[in-house]
């Protein structure tokens, strides 16, 4: 089956369709009558492109297809709007996914290669300093992207089953929105989601690549298990489809200038980020998310279009900030710590160096630990 939209004599309107029908004259594939055929659909010409080639991709032409109204005629995109914030969030897991796959990659790759540490000596890539913090920062980026990702599915959660939010966890429930803040919120997180985590993941992967040498540039297709290549062009999609990133920031921006809703989503982003105690990295939020509020609201629709893309990339900077904070007062540990500090200093929120007892330890050890989540790695890499 399939969910389109088309136009009808009062506009775009939405429509469930089977992709097969019922056929008294056809006969089955077993020989049988009364089979079924395709419910007006011919396929024209399957198409090539650069990735998802186990997801073929055609040319259709629709010809006397049947199909059932959802929803008031006319009001096509607003009745499929609950579809495109499922697949967005869906598009958006999917990435995380390629770039975790990616980064399980490097990390196993970095415990068997070895390389030249000068003066004859050899040594493993888990052993050299620059490419561990390397990979560290590549795993606070995508540690940040999954706790915006996680968040987005727990809304999605609550609109759809708002009689179970009750949390006794203090983290989870400082940023659990009032039931009448949920749908102004996910309505303005979905598109900033998909939009940050689909376009961050491309870059992810490719440090991933490159974290193998010529090996990561490869066709693996012998050994699948690393084809890093093959998850690089996949997740290239991921940006593009249910919306790329100039249309999803054009989304954003109409959804915070609504004339009716805009102001609700404001409200609730508000509530969001100042759910975090004040001190000097909260502090730090609250200056850059002042800065965007007087942005949206001294400017039009019209005039903040040209700037979206800056809007969304801040917007999502700042939650994934607050979210790092509460995260690590769920759970403090040394790593979670240093990981915040990291994510603050890399997006001007913070000190450039951590924080505490933590400089006192080696940066070699701290980074495995941020990397492998462990302090004491195996000996053989595990795919």
């Not at 019922?22 to 007006?40: D, F, W």
């Not at 073929?56 to 010809?63: C, F, G, H, K, S």
């Not at 903040?304 to 900077?317: D, F, H, V, Y």
């Amino acid at each position: 089956m399939t969910i389109l939209l088309a136009r009808t004599p009062r506009g775009l309107s939405a429509f469930y369709a089977p992709m097969r029908r019922y056929n008294p004259s056809a006969v089955s594939g077993t020989g049988v009558a009364g089979g079924t055929e395709l419910n007006g659909v011919t396929i024209s010409r399957l198409k090539n492109k650069m990735g998802t080639k186990s997801l073929p991709t055609a040319e259709l032409q629709l010809r006397g297809m049947r199909g059932w109204l959802i929803g008031e005629e006319g009001k096509g995109i607003k009745e499929i709007a609950t579809i495109l914030t499922i697949t967005r969030i869906r598009s958006a897991i999917s990435a995380l996914g390629h770039v975790s796959r990616g980064l399980t990659i490097a990390r196993a790759f970095a415990e068997v290669r070895e390389v030249g540490a000068g003066r004859g000596k050899r040594m493993r890539l888990v052993d050299s300093t620059l490419h561990m913090r390397t990979l560290s920062d590549m795993t606070v980026e995508y540690h940040a992207m999954m706790l915006l990702t996680f968040y987005a599915s727990y809304l999605l959660g609550m609109e759809e089953h708002p009689a179970s939010t009750h949390t006794s966890i203090p983290s989870i429930a400082a940023i659990t929105p009032p039931p009448k803040h949920v749908t102004p919120l996910l309505r303005v997180i979905t598109p900033l989601l998909k939009a940050y985590v689909t376009k961050q993941a491309i870059g992810l992967i490719y440090g991933c690549m490159e974290s193998l040498g010529g090996v990561g540039y490869l066709e693996n297709t012998e050994s699948e298990y690393m084809n890093i290549a093959r998850l690089f062009r996949d997740a290239c999609v991921l940006n593009i489809w249910e919306g790329t990133t100039d249309v999803l920031a054009t989304d954003l921006i109409r959804a915070l200038k609504h004339p009716k809703e805009g102001s609700d989503s404001i409200e609730a982003l508000n509530s969001v980020i100042t759910s975090v105690q004040r001190d000097s990295n909260s502090a730090a939020i609250a200056q850059q998310w002042d800065a965007l509020k007087t942005e949206l609201e001294a400017n039009t629709q019209q005039d903040l279009l040209q700037n979206a893309r800056g809007i969304l990339w801040g917007l999502a900077e700042i939650l994934m900030a607050v979210l790092f904070l509460l995260d690590v007062r769920g759970d403090d540990n040394r790593v979670v710590r240093e990981m915040c500090q990291r994510y603050f200093a890399s997006k001007s929120m913070g000190p450039s160096q951590g924080t505490g007892s933590d400089r006192t330890r080696p940066s070699l050890e701290l980074n495995r630990e941020i990397v492998f989540g462990v302090e004491h790695m195996p000996a053989a890499s595990k795919l």
